[in-house]
């Protein structure tokens, strides 16, 4: 887990789903329209944050494109595991019974993890 992703804020997340859906580098203009206006003036400095966390990259041509470094799967996996430790206790099964305790599971969740537990355990 590298510092970028643990340090990445909900504002400059945004940034990076923008940059994640666009699936190629951006402007700094179509990075403000992807948003809608959500970060108005900030994008520009958000940008330059996670650049020097070195969680995107900027290339200049006739303007300034900007790339991210770090995928959208990595830092769900660090942020995961970084709520399941300071929630709880590092555990994953105690937050799975959690999810179940406060319905947040429903049964056919249940029946699609009980699937994709039984085709892990068949590949081992």
């Not at 970060?39 to 400095?45: A, P, V």
């Not at 790339?67 to 959208?72: A, D, T």
């Given at each position: 887990?590298s510092?970028?992703?643990?340090?990445?804020?909900?504002?400059?997340?945004e940034?990076?789903?923008?940059?994640?859906?666009?699936?190629?580098?951006?402007?700094?203009?179509?990075?403000?329209?992807?948003?809608?206006?959500r970060?108005?003036?900030?994008?520009?400095?958000?940008?330059?944050?996670l650049c020097?966390?070195g969680?995107v990259e900027?290339e200049k041509?006739?303007?300034?494109?900007y790339?991210?470094?770090?995928?959208?799967e990595e830092l769900?996996?660090?942020?995961?595991?970084?709520?399941i430790?300071?929630?709880y206790?590092?555990?994953?099964?105690?937050?799975?019974?959690?999810?179940?305790?406060n319905?947040?599971?429903?049964?056919?969740?249940?029946d699609?993890?009980?699937?994709?537990?039984?085709k892990?355990w068949?590949e081992e």
């Open positions: 887990m510092k970028a992703e643990e340090k990445i804020t909900d504002a400059e997340l940034v990076m789903q923008a940059l994640w859906d666009a699936d190629e580098p951006m402007t700094l203009a179509g990075i403000k329209a992807a948003l809608l206006g970060n108005g003036d900030t994008t520009k400095t958000l940008l330059r944050r020097q966390k969680a900027q041509r006739e303007v300034y494109y790339y991210p470094l770090v995928g959208q769900g996996r660090c942020r995961t595991k970084k709520l430790d300071r929630l206790a590092g555990s994953a099964k105690n937050l799975v019974a959690a999810l179940v305790r319905e947040q599971l429903g049964q056919q969740d249940l699609e993890l009980k699937e994709m537990f039984s892990l068949k």
